[in-house]
């Protein structure tokens, strides 16, 4: 599902009420000094680097590197299930630096666009947003945004899913990264998951903070982290 790219802190928080559609990631970190609180001992790393060499030796180191970090996503998934948010993290050769919660009564006044409407008709049960800023020790930071959506039935929830995977119909608003004394964390929607758990929808979004992280990797966070379940 593509998105336009949506700021998630600055003044005011929140993030734009922007329709989607594609867009370039920006990234702009006003504190990173968490990146050291990652500190050594996060072994057997999820391999966050950008790229490996050219050739066919760099083919390899690819290859490796992908099955390395598919291994670790399903390992992962497996304890966000159980609602072990840092041990998931930690299967990813990951630690958490920062986490903040927030939960509300009601979702029109946090949500955009079509979503909003379909809010004010159909009023969810609960929403609780979650902002995570995760590192590997070795300067990459990545921040997850996972929101948690919950209805009355299934059904309404599929419905709202539906509707919140088709382009431009606004969104939830993720909490703002000023929370994690970030600022300028744009999601671009392009390291996504979302998923039906029960009469809620989960939905998890990644970007990188600092370092250089690769695509794969980001996905994979996302996916782990759509696997949570609600606080």
């Known amino acids: 599902m593509a ?16 329709a989607r559609g594609g867009g370039a990631a920006v990234v702009a970190v006003a504190a990173v000094a968490v990146i ?9 790393g999820l391999g966050l680097g950008g790229g490996a060499g050219s050739g066919s030796s760099g083919g390899a180191a690819n290859s490796a590197a992908s099955r390395n970090i598919s291994a670790r996503k399903n390992d992962g998934k497996q304890s966000a299930r159980r609602g072990k948010a840092d041990e998931a993290w930690q299967r990813l050769g990951l630690r958490r630096l920062r986490r903040e919660v927030r939960t509300a009564a009601e979702c ?3 949500s955009f666009g079509e979503i909003r409407g379909f809010l004010a008709h159909t009023p969810c049960k609960s ?3 979650a902002l995570f800023s ?7 930071v990545v921040v997850i945004s996972v ?5 009355h039935s299934r059904g309404r929830a599929g419905d709202f899913k539906r509707l919140h995977e088709i382009h431009g119909n606004g969104d939830v608003r993720p909490l703002g990264a000023e929370l994690l004394e970030l600022r300028d964390i744009r999601f671009s929607a392009h390291h996504y998951d979302a998923k039906l758990s029960g009469n809620a929808v989960v939905i998890a979004e990644t970007e990188a ?5 690769s695509s794969e990797a980001l996905d994979a966070v996302a996916q782990v982290a759509a696997e949570l379940p609600h606080p």
């Not at 929101?147 to 209805?151: I, T």
């Not at 903070?209 to 992280?213: E, K, R, T, V």
Request: glycine fraction near 30%; charged fraction near 25%.
């Open 3 to 18: 998105r336009e790219k949506r700021r998630i802190g600055g003044a005011g928080g929140g993030s734009d009420p922007a």
């Open 36 to 44: 050291g609180a990652a500190g050594a001992g996060v072994g057997g």
């Open 108 to 110: 029109v006044s946090h």
């Open 127 to 129: 929403l609780d947003r």
């Open 134 to 140: 995760v590192g590997d020790g070795e300067g990459n």
């Open 147 to 151: 929101v948690w959506v919950r209805f």
């Open 209 to 213: 903070a600092a370092g250089s992280l």
